[in-house]
């Protein structure tokens, strides 16, 4: 990671400009590329999620109603950027025209949408065939399911970015990663719904971590928990959080750039 290269990058960085419109189509397509080259995997992916959605729903019809995942929203933690960072392989994104945030966000929007047409509408398929569905009802229903689930992606990568981005100074992100991991899950609804819990603690996670907006909130707009004015404050909620955790992402990668421009000298 140390490396005399830092303070070209740290020059290049200063003179970056916007990225275009095509530039970042170009990287999530690349990203939405680069997934779907494993079709092995991704058919084992297909039918992993398929065979865990009959788990979990009978899990679920044994206890109530509820639960669910999506795996556009990856809630793992990404060793990809710790790793670059701890090799110095982070100089090379630093050395581009287009800032390391908007990079990794391109490509990683293109492998949720990989994701989505075959490790959610696939499973879901099969789920029609197998279970009654609840078909949502209300026309606003589907406009604010897509805008929650593109916002809970988006974040999900602030964050994970934020995580993984501590690697600057601790050099093995994997500590942070494996706490983000564990509260990701377990906070955001993967593993019950939050209903579950008392309900001022509910409020609090809502309003004060990010967590259900991860995956419980698209989950709940999808199947109509609640009336359409509490969905549409469901993905007001989600933008205050995708705001403040980019917030964080570019400010942490000010910092730890600045910090690798001290190490190379």
């Known amino acids: 990671m140390v490396s005399t290269s830092s303070n070209v990058a740290a020059r290049r960085f200063a003179a970056r400009s916007p990225i275009p419109l095509h530039a970042f189509v170009v990287l999530a397509k690349a990203g939405f590329r680069r ?3 494993y079709r092995q995997a991704t058919v084992a992916g297909i039918f992993t999620n398929s065979v865990f959605g ?3 729903c009978f ?27 701890r090799t110095g392989e982070i100089v090379s994104d630093l050395l581009r025209p287009i800032h390391p945030v908007i990079t990794y966000l391109a490509t990683d929007l293109g492998r949720a949408t990989f994701a989505f047409l075959t490790r959610f509408v696939a499973p879901v398929i099969v789920g029609l065939v197998a279970f009654d569905f609840y078909i949502p009802h209300r ?11 593109v916002l809970a992606t988006s974040l999900s990568f602030a964050c994970r970015y934020v995580v993984s981005a501590t690697s600057y100074w601790l050099l093995d992100g994997r500590g942070p990663q494996l706490g983000w991991t564990l509260l990701a899950t377990l906070l955001g609804g993967l593993y019950f719904p939050l209903r579950f819990l008392p309900g001022p603690l509910v409020a609090t996670l809502w309003l004060a971590t990010p967590f259900p907006s991860l995956l ?6 999808a199947v109509e928990r609640t009336s359409t004015p509490i969905a549409i404050g469901y993905v007001g909620v989600q933008i205050v959080w995708v705001v403040l955790a980019f917030w964080a992402a570019f400010a942490i990668q000010r910092r730890g750039e600045r910090k690798l421009v001290s190490q190379g000298g």
């Open 216 to 221: 419980q909130a698209p989950l709940d707009i």
């Open 35 to 37: 997934y779907s080259t």
């Open 59 to 85: 899990v679920m019809l044994g206890v109530a109603t509820g639960g669910g995942t999506l795996a556009t929203v990856q809630l793992m933690g990404d060793a990809q950027l710790t790793t670059r960072i």
């Open 54 to 56: 009959f788990l979990r």
């Open 139 to 149: 026309v606003a229903t589907y406009p604010l399911f897509a805008i929650s689930l």
